[in-house]
Structure formats: structure tokens, C-alpha cells
T-cell receptor
């Protein structure tokens, strides 16, 4: 079974440019998450989807960040315009969204460098 | 505010010995705790979890202990192997249906031959 697939793996852009990240979750996982991991820190939640509905986007900087999950499967995260402080690894994860530990399965991440 | 804290950024242990990674939390409303392991250029992978109603969970070489009164949990790895060298993240799940995880800052474990 394929895991969570993310692309691109690496992206280098200049500030004020736009950038987009794509995520394909594990088949059958209805809950999808975007996390941001800054250097030396743990992942921080940006947005969580239940199917196609964004149910927790309180940490998403809405002035420049946007996300969508059309048809409740793939998702894209966009930053426009990018700032120097956006340099980080953007992690996508998915889960069954069931009771219990609700283990999240993460993709390899997309490392963004803003110059 | 940092609800989940890992106060040791790094830990170095000799191969074959016990590795103990620590985690503290401030929110009494967490109902599950998980440990994730992360290799460079890979995403975090799930290692082991524990429910807040238990105080110990064991899986092979990995054991997690939970001390609710101290709001502290620890991950024990015995015996430590070179392949255990990675960054370990403690994570906690808020109660009442919230499906997200709150992560600590991570501890880099290095196993020396």
C-alpha cells in the first residue's frame, strides 16, 4: 500500500513568489492534515480536513496561505506571496479519524526555502 | 504556549544500553500520547502510543511510561541499537473528538557503537 505522497520534495523560491504543495493521502483515510515544521521544532498543525471540509484551520495564516481538498482526496497548500519566515518543511498526514490513538501517517514532507 | 515539552534537545547513548527520552505536558485534557521517530529527509513514523488510563505500554524493545500526577511520560528503548539514532517526537491528542496531535520539539537520539 502506498503511503502519503507529497510533492515537490524540495522547493527554492524568492520572497514574494507563490508556491504550492500537493498531497495524496492513504486510500480510505478521510482525515487529512497539513503541518509545518520549523528547524529544530516539532510539527505544528496548519489545517485539518474531514473529507472535503476544513474543520480546524485556526493556525493557518489566512492572509497568505490557502488550502483545498477537492473531492475529499488530494489536497493542495498554497502560499502567496511567500515570506522569508515561511522557510520550513510542510508535512501532510492522513488518518482514519477513528477513536483511540488515531495514528497519523506522515508523508516525507516538502522542504521550502525562501530566499 | 507549549503544551507538550521535550526539554532535552539531544541524547547520546552507547549501543546496548537503555535510552530514556522524556516528555512533559501541561494539559490534563489529553487522552492519548504517542511517540514518533523521524529520520533525516523522511516524515515522522509512528512508534508507540499509550492511553491516559494506562501507565505503561510495551512493544518489543520500546516501552512508554505515563505518570499522570506529574504530567510526564517517557520512552525507554532497551537495548539501544545504531538504527535507533533519529529524532523522537512526543505527541498528545486532546480529548473529546479532536483528531489532531500536538507535538513536542523533539529529542535527537544518537546511539554510539
Amino acid at each position: 500500500e502506498a503511503g502519503v505522497v507529497q510533492s515537490p520534495r524540495y522547493k527554492i523560491i524568492e520572497k514574494k513568489q507563490p508556491v504550492a504543495f500537493w498531497c495524496n493521502p492513504i486510500s480510505g483515510h478521510n482525515t487529512l492534515y497539513w503541518y509545518r515544521q520549523n528547524l529544530g521544532q516539532g510539527p505544528e498543525l496548519l489545517i485539518r480536513y474531514e473529507n472535503e471540509e476544513a474543520v480546524d484551520d485556526s493556525q493557518l495564516p489566512k492572509d497568505r496561505f490557502s488550502a483545498e481538498r477537492l473531492k475529499g482526496v488530494d489536497s493542495t497548500l498554497k502560499i502567496q506571496p511567500a515570506e522569508l519566515g515561511d522557510s520550513a518543511v510542510y508535512l501532510c498526514a492522513s488518518s482514519l479519524g477513528v477513536r483511540g490513538a488515531n495514528v497519523l501517517t506522515f508523508g516525507a514532507g516538502s522542504r521550502l526555502t525562501v530566499l | 504556549d507549549q503544551q507538550v515539552k521535550q526539554n532535552s534537545p539531544s541524547l547520546s547513548v552507547q549501543e546496548g544500553r537503555i535510552s530514556i527520552l522524556n516528555c512533559d505536558y501541561t494539559n490534563s485534557m489529553f487522552d492519548y500520547f504517542l511517540w514518533y521517530k523521524k529520520y533525516p529527509a523522511e516524515g515522522p513514523t509512528f512508534l508507540i502510543s499509550i492511553s491516559s488510563i494506562k501507565d505503561k505500554n510495551e512493544d518489543g524493545r520500546f516501552t512508554v511510561f505515563l505518570n499522570k500526577s506529574a504530567k510526564h511520560l517517557s520512552l525507554h528503548i532497551v537495548p539501544s541499537q545504531p538504527g535507533d539514532s533519529a529524532v523522537y517526537f512526543c505527541a498528545a491528542r486532546p480529548r473529546q473528538g479532536a483528531q489532531k496531535l500536538v507535538f513536542g520539539q523533539g529529542t535527537r537520539l544518537t546511539i554510539n557503537p
